[in-house]
């Protein structure tokens, strides 16, 4: 069996134990891991530019007329600025009002709310929602 002070003694006259070249090893390796991620990120992932889905996820009724929550995700892989969302409720194929919000960005891979106010109850009749335009950041 060893003893103790034996490895106390290698390491206090400039000796390196097996247990700091291993945690040495092991940092390094997440070094090296870190910088490949970021660099994967930086060019692969963010070539790709925004895409931006919106959906209805709530109507509700609100003082004088109806809230219609939206949620706009962006699974793209750099930002939407200026993201201007329309909705356009219609009956019987003929319009009968529109709506538009707008929201400051939409980062990657986020997701972000809005709301769509119209009078007239957007549940009766066919609500079509959608991004509008956006500019690519």
Do not use: C, I, K, Q
């Given at each position: 069996?060893?003893?103790?002070?034996?490895?106390?003694?290698?390491?206090?006259?400039?000796?390196?134990?097996?247990?700091?070249?291993?945690?040495?090893?092991?940092?390094?390796?997440?070094?090296l891991l870190l910088v490949a991620f970021l660099g994967y990120q930086a060019l692969a992932v963010r070539d790709s530019g925004p895409d931006l889905a919106v959906e209805v996820t709530d109507v509700r009724l609100v003082g004088t007329g109806y809230e219609v929550r939206l949620e706009v995700t962006n699974d793209g892989g750099t930002t939407a600025e200026a993201v201007h969302l329309g909705g356009e409720l219609a009956r019987d194929g003929r319009q009968v009002e529109q709506a538009s919000a707008s929201i400051s960005y939409v980062p990657p891979d986020s997701r972000r709310e809005a709301v769509l106010v119209f009078t007239a109850d957007p549940r009766d009749g066919d609500l079509a929602v959608g991004v509008e335009g956006y500019r690519p950041a």
């Open positions: 069996m060893s003893d103790p002070d034996e490895d106390t003694e290698s390491t206090e006259h400039g000796g390196t134990s097996a247990a700091e070249y291993a945690a040495g090893g092991l940092g390094g390796l997440l070094v």
